[in-house]
């Protein structure tokens, strides 16, 4: 899905740390990113908040249940949905959420 494998986590509650301890060895990732930055390393990668790191340097997994705030907040910044990050739930797709894949990409239908 992305043209590498190192990638940023976003996010530190269950869903970041199961996505890390079940997908973590398919992906090298780097660090966690979190606004809520804990004092507290993760299977030993540090966690910074979101202006400690450079953003753009790695592709951000948002793994968190409300990724869409998130998403905006990465947006504010210019980042894109697929190309800079992407939901953890797009990492493991049984179905894919369409419409918020057209909303967030601008991609308009013919009609």
């Not at 606004?35 to 540090?46: A, E, H, T």
């Not at 049984?94 to 057209?102: G, K, S």
Request: glycine share 8%; proline share 4%.
């Amino acid at each position: 899905m992305f043209d590498s494998n190192k990638i940023a986590i976003w996010g530190t509650g269950n869903i970041a740390r199961s996505f890390y301890y079940e997908k973590g060895c398919q992906y090298d990732i780097q660090y966690f990113i979190d606004n809520n930055q804990p004092k507290y390393k993760i299977g030993g990668l540090r966690v910074f908040a979101p202006d400690e790191v450079d953003l753009r340097r790695y592709k951000i997994v948002i793994a968190t249940a409300q990724w869409e705030s998130i998403a905006e907040q990465l947006e504010s910044c210019g980042m894109s949905f697929f190309k800079d990050y992407l939901p953890y739930s797009l990492m493991e797709i049984n179905e894919i959420p369409l419409m918020e894949i057209l909303k967030r990409t601008n991609i308009r239908g013919g009609g």
